[in-house]
């Protein structure tokens, strides 16, 4: 009889030379979504899939054909995207569009047909296409027309495919799209547009809890305190936050303090609020087009 352990390795590394088959050829990574964390401050599009959850893996016209995410930089549509997945029980496959378009024209068209080919292949599953703005260039950049006809073909596969990808896809920058950012919202090639911003004061707070828990004493009190300072930051800003205070009383083998958090937090500042504030109008455009990811802040 096969040895158990044998055929549990013969059949990891025949992944593994799947997954880098996928990622040198069609530019596309299988996501590992295992230990991904619950999204917070995103209740509507929780409970947006899992009300399409079983529409996910129907083949043809009742299918559920995918979202698109449109929000500032910072705010986790990576993350976002693995956490629809692991609602969905799904797996994921990030498939990065602008690693194909910057081979050789010559090989480009053929590629996007392969990709799609094989993304039909492994479905059913959630297609993530980060930034997808990237497949739509200015004049310039299309090269004899090869370009254009690239975006031609994924505004088609996104529009006709009938089979189980649910798509999850990204913007920040929908003034590359030019029309098609207004027609990506309103046509059939998505389900629902979503606006991702900053999280609100609640979510803040919650994401202090889960981050700092085990690090501070007192702590409902003090993530009450940080997240009132914390208006405008990202959840990586948080993170990134809360992950340089650790570190720092790590090397200084001490306690963890209040101190040290607000530190990083003053020091993040001037950047965070100039990043917001170049997001503003893609906010205007997203309160106009989209439904909001989560609830308004209170």
Not at 57 to 63: A, I
């Amino acid at each position: 009889a096969p040895n158990p352990i044998e055929v549990e390795a013969a059949f990891e590394q025949l992944q593994n030379r799947k997954a880098l088959q996928l990622s040198r050829e069609l530019a596309m990574e299988v996501l590992d979504t295992s230990q991904v964390e619950a999204p917070i401050g995103l209740d509507y599009l929780v409970q947006y899939i899992a009300s399409c959850r079983d529409q996910m893996r129907l083949t043809g016209p009742g299918r559920a054909r995918g979202i698109l995410l449109i929000g500032p930089a910072g705010t986790g549509k990576t993350m976002q995207a693995a956490a629809i997945g692991n609602l969905a029980g799904l797996p994921v496959v990030k498939f990065r569009i602008s690693s194909l378009m910057n081979s050789l024209l010559g090989e480009t068209e053929r590629r996007f047909t392969q990709a799609f080919a094989t993304l039909e292949a492994m479905a059913p599953n959630v297609v993530f296409i980060d930034e997808i703005e990237k497949a739509f260039g200015d004049s310039s950049e299309r090269d004899g027309g090869t370009m254009m006809r690239v975006t031609g073909s994924l505004l088609s596969w996104l529009s006709d495919n009938p089979y189980p990808n649910f798509i999850v896809a990204t913007a920040n920058n929908l003034s590359r799209m030019g029309e098609i950012g207004l027609t990506m919202t309103r046509s059939e090639r998505f389900d629902a547009a979503f606006f991702v911003d900053v999280p609100g004061f609640e979510a803040r707070r919650q994401m202090f809890l889960r981050w700092l828990d085990g690090h501070l004493t007192n702590i409902d009190q003090v993530v009450q305190e940080l997240a009132d300072m914390t208006e405008k930051f990202s959840g990586a800003d948080i993170r990134s936050v809360v992950k340089l205070a650790v570190n720092k009383a790590t090397n200084l083998r001490a306690d963890l303090s209040k101190d040290q958090i607000i530190e990083e937090i003053e020091r993040k500042r001037t950047r965070v609020l100039a990043l917001y504030d170049q997001f503003q109008e893609l906010r205007r455009w997203g309160s106009i087009y989209c439904d909001p990811a989560g609830p308004p802040d209170k």
